[in-house]
Nanobody
Framework: VQLQASGGGFVETGGSLRLSCATS????????MGWFRQAPGRQREFVAA????????YYSPPMKGRFTISRDNAKNTVYLQISSLKPEDTAVYYC?????????????????????WGQGTLVTVSS
């Protein structure tokens, strides 16, 4: 599966953005989906994940409440809504896909839990 993230840009503190991740290849319903981000000079970190049928969502604790992950399998797209943006949200945001494995719920918050990665979209939040 190929992943293409979009929707990043320059936004002022307090603003909102909706990132999209369009997929091509096998239907997106075959995968659990996730978002990670990498801020300048920092390691990539988990943001959110959603199971293949939207039955469950998972968030990094610091991001719960301002970040919302969703998916539309009919459109082969996964979304990340970010509200009340802060300068520390400045990062490249990556979407990622995981094959459905029985133990995935033990790894959803780690990079090793995912099999395919997109190129990322840059979000810059002004202070």
């Amino acid at each position: 599966v190929q992943l293409q993230a979009s929707g990043g840009g320059f936004v002022e503190t307090g603003g909102s953005l909706r990132l999209s991740c369009a997929t091509s290849g096998p239907t997106i319903s075959a995968y659990h989906m996730g978002w990670f981000r990498q801020a300048p000079g920092r390691q990539r970190e988990f943001v959110a994940a959603v199971t293949w049928n939207s039955g469950s969502t998972y968030y990094s604790p610091p991001m719960k409440g301002r970040f919302t992950i969703s998916r539309d399998n009919a459109k082969n797209t996964v979304y990340l809504q970010i509200s009340s943006l802060k300068p520390e949200d400045t990062a490249v945001y990556y979407c990622t896909a995981a094959l459905q494995r029985s133990d995935w719920r033990g790894y959803y918050y780690t990079e090793s839990g995912y099999d395919y990665w997109g190129q990322g979209t840059l979000v810059t939040v002004s202070s």
